[in-house]
């Protein structure tokens, strides 16, 4: 398998984690979303794809 196809599958697996966790576990009961924790969240996904860039 080519580098490239290898770093793609890894990938699109981090993209379906990513989104299995935001959808399941921190979206599980119904609420209004605090000022903070949407800050927190946007913090959290922008420093993942900010040390994704790097990898």
């Known amino acids: 398998m080519s580098n490239e196809l290898l770093f793609s599958i ?12 935001d959808l399941g576990l921190f ?3 119904e609420h209004v979303v605090s000022l903070k924790q949407a800050g927190i969240m946007s ?3 922008i420093v993942l794809a900010i040390g994704f860039y790097f990898i």
């Open 43 to 45: 913090l959290i996904m």
């Open 27 to 29: 979206s599980r009961k």
């Open 10 to 21: 890894g990938f699109l697996l981090f993209i379906v984690l990513i989104l299995a966790l």
